[in-house]
Nanobody, 125 residues
């Protein structure tokens, strides 16, 4: 089992930037990929971005392409989500997730076994 802890959320004005971090601990050697999801009030949890641990392949939802960048630091067992040009519609709780397996689709919540508690991102207009 992998434990995940997110940080870096907060309140920012539209057009601003935030960098989220997710530190993994526990059985991190078995991690194949990590992802970010978000959930706004009254909405389903949705995929934001994912990265494979070995070769750094990245995947993005259309909502974040060109604005969000996912990266990882293998030495620190940490994945980051750099969010630029933030919009009010980006307001949500952002969750980090880890997968031990290869999947053809990391945008599915079912591809991940471990989840963090989430960090709130609020973008004011």
């Amino acid at each position: 089992q992998v434990q995940l802890e997110e940080s870096g959320g907060g309140l920012v004005q539209a057009g601003g930037s935030l960098r989220l971090s997710c530190a993994a601990s526990g059985h991190t050697d078995s991690t194949y990929a990590m992802g970010w999801f978000r959930q706004a009030p009254g909405k389903e949890r949705e995929f934001v971005a994912a990265i494979t641990w070995s070769d750094g392949s990245t995947y993005y939802a259309d909502s974040g392409k060109g604005r969000f960048t996912i990266s990882r630091d293998n030495g620190k067992n940490t994945v980051y989500l750099q969010m630029n040009s933030l919009k009010p519609e980006d307001t949500a709780v952002y969750f980090c997730a880890a997968s031990r397996f290869y999947w053809s689709d990391y945008s599915r919540r079912s591809s991940y076994e471990s989840w963090g508690q989430g960090t709130q991102v609020t973008v004011s207009s």
